[in-house]
């Protein structure tokens, strides 16, 4: 399921240190360049770092067209340029050593290059390219429709991939979010070359664009390179969707027959808005919760291999937790007791101090590469404010119990079941899965 944050106190004396001892100058900033916003944040790092994003997701396209705006941003990657065939484009990043790629979730795209600071340049050269003159040659862009396609047929027969759709399709049908971002071969098959090319341009927007840059380079560099490579784009009005996210209160149970090894379920529930000050103390509940889970069902009783618990951090924000087990009933009926003892008791003193050093520890960790300072970066800047990054440890050392256990009380109440596997089983748990929260 989604990601879910490992504990390894060791390293969080050397996250401490590596807080206190930051300059000043690695501070993250934010300005303007002809109408273009950007946050940078300079490194003594090797690699430099940059992304674009594009706002929006899956809210700038119809169900219809399930997967249209990865397959341009890719395509605007892979397809060639103006200046360069794709096969020039893709020799050019092998010669330099330069990683360039585009995709798109459900909030927003991005077109992102890593390269080394000696091929800066050249690295920029590829992605100001990528980003004005994609030329979307159909015959390359039919080759890689066929890759996607691939890849979508292999996706649904990964219980794991396929289970995180279904729970999105089930917990929030009626709102874009049940549009898988990556499509599915009906929704890529009609899709060419002229398609992504009109949508990609439509697109390109600096009022709905934004770059992230990390790297150990100097903020007057970089403002002459966006000054030369992105004052001509286009300037459009544009307003960011606004997003309903659903009230569960009942428990609901979803069942998608699968002859499998093991049986696939997970549960959705409420989250506070992902930029309100209660999702820290929320995210970091659930991070305690997935271990009480563990606990119990793998180190325990044996009937699960990786249960999980986490918050997931998109505009719509959602918790979950899911497991695999071959004894749906058994298995249920104890996340039920522990999730119910958990909004009673909640979490100790002694608990939140060792949750506080793994999160801290993983942000530390989170902060080793240039992308991934820039993937925090630019998804905290779609989720409210590019600070929220910057400002996460002290965040963290703030948080307190009482706000902890008071977001599993208010957010956690009805639950949107997912099962994948045999539905006999899943019909001998009904009882168990339609219980109510306590």
């Known amino acids: 399921m989604k990601k879910f944050i490992i504990t390894i106190y060791s390293l969080f004396l050397i996250a401490g240190a590596g807080f206190a001892q930051a300059p000043t100058t690695n501070t993250a900033t934010s300005f303007m360049v002809n109408g273009l916003k950007v946050i940078f944040k300079p490194t003594v790092k090797d690699v430099v770092s940059m992304r674009m994003y594009y706002r929006g997701g899956v809210y700038n396209y119809q169900p219809s067209q399930a997967g249209i705006e990865s397959f341009a941003l890719k395509a605007a990657t892979e397809c060639g340029t103006k200046k360069y065939t794709a096969d020039q484009f893709r020799d050019m990043a092998d010669e330099f050593g330069i990683s360039i790629g585009g995709s798109s979730t459900y909030d927003y795209g991005n077109i992102g290059i890593d390269c080394v600071t ?36 292999g996706q649904l027969s990964d219980p794991d991939k396929h289970l995180d759709d279904l729970l999105m399709q089930n917990a929030f049908f009626g709102t874009p979010y049940s549009t898988d971002p990556d499509g599915n071969e009906q929704t890529l098959s009609p899709l060419n070359g002229e398609a992504l090319k009109k949508y990609y341009y439509n697109l390109i927007n600096k009022n709905r664009m934004f770059i992230v840059v990390a790297g150990n380079i100097t903020r007057k560099q970089l403002e002459d390179k966006i000054k030369a490579s992105f004052a001509a784009l286009p300037q459009k009005p544009y307003t960011i969707p606004t997003r309903h996210a659903p009230v569960w209160k009942e428990n609901k149970l979803n069942v998608e027959n699968r002859q499998l090894a093991t049986n696939y379920i997970a549960a959705a529930f409420n989250a506070p808005q992902v930029n309100s000050l209660e999702f820290l103390p929320y995210r970091m509940g659930l991070s305690a919760l997935g271990g009480s889970l563990f606990n119990e069902l793998r180190t325990k009783l044996n009937l699960s291999y990786d249960p999980t618990a986490s918050a997931v951090s998109l505009q719509m924000a959602y918790g979950t937790m899911s497991i695999s087990t071959n004894d749906p009933k058994q298995a249920v009926e104890v ?13 100790s003193p002694e608990g939140l101090k060792y949750l506080k050093s793994s999160f801290i520890t993983n942000n530390y960790i989170k902060q080793q590469g240039s992308g991934a300072i820039t993937s925090n970066l630019g998804s905290a800047e779609i989720n409210g404010g590019w600070e929220y990054a910057e400002k996460l440890p002290d965040m963290i050392e703030a948080v307190t119990t009482d706000q902890i256990n008071a977001t599993m009380l208010k957010y956690i109440a009805g639950l949107r079941w997912t099962y994948l596997g045999d539905p006999n089983l899943a019909r001998q748990a009904e009882d168990v899965f339609n219980m109510q929260v306590h």
Do not use: C, H
């Not at 996340?335 to 979490?347: A, E, H, N, T």
């Open 335 to 347: 996340m039920d007791r522990v999730l119910s003892r958990f909004k009673v008791l909640g979490i």
């Open 118 to 153: 000696k091929y800066f340049s050249q690295g920029w050269d590829l992605f100001a390219e990528a980003i004005n003159n994609p030329t979307f040659d159909d015959t390359e862009v039919q080759l890689l429709k066929s890759k996607l396609i691939t890849f979508a047929n």
